[in-house]
C-alpha cells in the first residue's frame, strides 16, 4: 500500500485547505484512513479517521472544523480544514490499516510522506 499526501500550504488564520490522500490501493473500501500530525518539538498526534465500515472519528481539537471525505473511485481521502488556528501548524501524514478504527499511530501499519501545512496568525 502506497499512500500520497498533498495539499498542505501556508494560510492566514481562519482560513481553510483540504488535504489529499491518494492512495495505490485494490480494496480501498477495505482500509482504515487516518490522518496524524507532528508540530516542531511536540509528538505525533491523531486528527481524524474513517473506519473501514464508514464510521469516522475526529480528535477534540479539530471537531467542528475538519471534515473527512473519501472519493471511491480515486481511492482517495480528504481532509477539509475550515477555520484554522495557528495551533494548527504542523506536518500532516496520512496512514492506512486494514482493521478497524483506532486512533494511535502505532496501530497503522501503512504511511505516506507529510505535507506541511503553516497557519500565520
Known amino acids: 500500500v502506497q499512500l500520497q499526501a498533498s495539499g498542505g500550504g501556508l494560510v492566514q488564520a481562519g482560513g481553510f485547505l483540504r488535504l489529499s490522500c491518494a492512495a495505490s490501493?485494490?480494496?480501498?473500501?477495505?482500509?482504515?484512513m487516518g490522518w496524524f500530525r507532528q508540530a516542531p518539538g511536540k509528538e505525533r498526534e491523531f486528527v481524524a479517521a474513517?473506519?473501514?465500515?464508514?464510521?469516522?472519528t475526529y480528535s477534540e481539537s479539530v471537531k467542528g472544523r475538519f471534515t473527512l471525505s473519501r472519493d471511491h473511485a480515486k481511492n482517495t481521502v480528504f481532509l477539509q480544514m475550515n477555520s484554522l488556528e495557528s495551533e494548527d501548524t504542523a506536518i500532516y501524514s496520512c496512514?492506512?490499516?486494514?482493521?478497524?478504527?483506532?486512533?494511535?499511530?502505532?496501530?497503522?501499519?501503512?504511511w505516506g510522506q507529510g505535507t506541511q501545512v503553516t497557519v500565520s496568525s
Open positions: 474513517f473506519s473501514w465500515s464508514g464510521g469516522s
Open positions: 490501493v485494490r480494496t480501498f473500501s477495505s482500509y482504515t
Open positions: 496512514a492506512a490499516r486494514n482493521r478497524g478504527i483506532v486512533t494511535a499511530a502505532r496501530d497503522y501499519n501503512y
